[in-house]
Nanobody, 124 residues
Framework: QVRLVESGGGLVQAGGSLRLSCAASGRTVSQYAMGWFRQAPGKEREFVAVISRSGGTTSYAEFVKGRFIISRGNAENTAYLQMNSVKPEDTAVYYC?????????????????WGQGTQVTVSS
């Protein structure tokens, strides 16, 4: 199995920046697309961003375009979400997820592995 652990969450003021990290252990993730999802209180989990296994293709939810950047680390077992110009509505638990495939996937049901989540709170 692949184990994913997120870190980097915390409290940030509106307009600020935050960088989330995802560390993978177990099976290699070189053949896995890596995605970020979030879940706000009282709402369903929603897609944020995804990067292909090669790192050559990305896809973003409309509400984060121009603000967030997803990337893969130099190592095969890391992924990041750079969050810029954050808004109070970005407040949520952010989850890292992985799926073995060559494309980019926006549906949570496509993902086989999930981290425990990291809390991001944006104050106004």
């Amino acid at each position: 199995q692949v184990r994913l652990v997120e870190s980097g969450g915390g409290l940030v003021q509106a307009g600020g920046s935050l960088r989330l990290s995802c560390a993978a252990s177990g099976r290699t993730v070189s053949q896995y697309a890596m995605g970020w999802f979030r879940q706000a209180p009282g709402k369903e989990r929603e897609f944020v961003a995804v990067i292909s296994r090669s790192g050559g293709t990305t896809s973003y939810a409309e509400f984060v375009k121009g603000r967030f950047i997803i990337s893969r680390g130099n190592a095969e077992n890391t992924a990041y979400l750079q969050m810029n110009s954050v808004k109070p509505e970005d407040t949520a638990v952010y989850y890292c997820a992985a799926v073995n495939g060559g494309g980019v996937y926006t549906e949570s049901s496509r993902y086989d592995y999930w981290g425990q989540g990291t809390q991001v709170t944006v104050s106004s």
